[in-house]
């Protein structure tokens, strides 16, 4: 199956700062989503993005689909976003199944 | 609205009861997901229907056993479940197969 793979693992930033958080997926997909997983579990969807750019506030993904990796940006970070960010890729042949990757936990200090 | 509703929010049973897990949209979904995620892991599949029917059940032991007695609604039925069950079970809903995925906030099981 498909395999996801996420990096960093950890972040730790300053308020304000910047980052780029980076997805590989090992074949083509028809789903590619980024999600922002709260404290309490809550999966929040950030972007539905299998091809393209897309941005919304501080926040803009970019996937490079016959490339096989897709890039979520953070600007100006803020402690509210801190969390864990999971990418996770829908195959071509079974695109209901969402493949998670292991996740970027992201720390934003005041 | 993008919304799935999950119920309960939080769970505690033993390993002899027998329990229910609810999630709800009134998105007009045609697909609607289970999930399971441990502490510290990403959400794994469990199951999925399409038009109210199983079409996805990833090997999942039968103490497990979903229902989807409407295009609205999905069920989790639970019995004799172990403490290894313990974990975050989240819903989702589709418009269809390779569509966004919308979740629910999730109901957090503990088995004693």
């Known amino acids: 199956g498909i395999q996801v793979e996420q990096s960093p693992p950890d972040l730790i930033l300053q308020e304000g700062a910047n980052s780029t958080l980076r997805c590989n997926f090992s074949?083509?997909?028809?789903?590619l989503q980024w999600f922002h997983q709260n404290p309490w579990g809550q999966l929040i969807n950030l972007f539905y993005i299998p091809s393209g750019t897309k941005q919304n506030g501080r926040l803009s993904a970019t996937t490079v689909a016959t490339e096989r990796y897709s890039l979520l940006y953070i600007s100006s970070s803020q402690t509210t976003d801190s969390g864990v960010y999971f990418c996770a890729v829908g195959g071509m042949d079974s695109s209901y199944k969402l493949i998670f990757g292991s996740g970027t936990r992201l720390l934003v200090r005041p | 609205d993008t919304e799935v509703t999950q119920t309960p929010k939080h769970l505690v049973m033993g390993m002899t009861n027998k329990k229910s897990l609810k999630c709800e949209q009134h998105m007009g979904h045609r697909a609607m997901y289970w999930y399971k995620q441990k502490a510290k892991k990403p959400p794994e599949l469990m199951f999925v229907y399409s038009y109210e029917k199983l079409s996805i059940n990833e090997s999942v032991p039968s103490r497990f056993s979903p229902e989807c007695p409407n295009s609205s609604l999905l069920n989790l039925h639970l019995h004799a479940l172990q403490p290894e069950d313990s974990a975050l079970y989240l819903c989702?809903?589709?418009?269809?197969?390779?569509?966004?995925?919308?979740f629910g906030p999730g109901t957090r099981l503990t088995v004693l």
């Open positions: 989702a809903s589709s418009v269809w197969r390779e569509e966004e995925q919308f």
């Open positions: 074949d083509s997909v028809n789903n």
